[in-house]
Nanobody, 126 residues
Framework: QVQLVESGGDNVQPGRSLTLSCAAS????????IGWFRQAPGKEREGVSS????????YYADSVKGRFTIYRDNAKNTVYLQMNSLKPEDTGLYYC???????????????????WGQGTRVTVSS
């Protein structure tokens, strides 16, 4: 009953925008750091962005800085990833996750996170 569900992935052309959602059930996301990760075919899972349990400790990977924005809506128990100016290299399966502790880890890697959603697929191509 404790789960994370990602949604919003789609097939889009370069330059378009998408907003991904990470909805929690069984617990309140407002008390936890949330990380967004992505994995492209043949590549390892990489951190994209994270938001602290109280909207602090914001992190963006260099590859998405200035294009992506992470934010939360506590009333909906959901964290969002707004993705603008999408590029083909943004293609991948996107996951949201919570770490072992409520705060965001100092090292932003998948091994530091323990609760994962099923992923939502983003494909950027012309």
């Amino acid at each position: 009953q404790v789960q994370l569900v990602e949604s919003g992935g789609d097939n889009v052309q370069p330059g378009r925008s998408l907003t991904l959602s990470c909805a929690a059930s069984g617990f309140g996301l407002d008390g936890y750091c949330i990380g967004w990760f992505r994995q492209a075919p043949g590549k390892e899972r990489e951190g994209v962005s994270s938001i602290g349990e109280r909207d602090g400790s914001l992190y963006y990977a260099d590859s998405v800085k200035g294009r992506f924005t992470i934010y939360r809506d506590n009333a909906k128990n959901t964290v969002y990833l707004q993705m603008n100016s999408l590029k083909p290299e943004d293609t991948g399966l996107y996951y949201c996750a919570t770490p072992f502790l409520p705060s965001c880890p100092l090292v932003f890697g998948p091994d530091e996170y323990q609760q994962w959603g099923q992923g939502t697929r983003v494909t950027v191509s012309s």
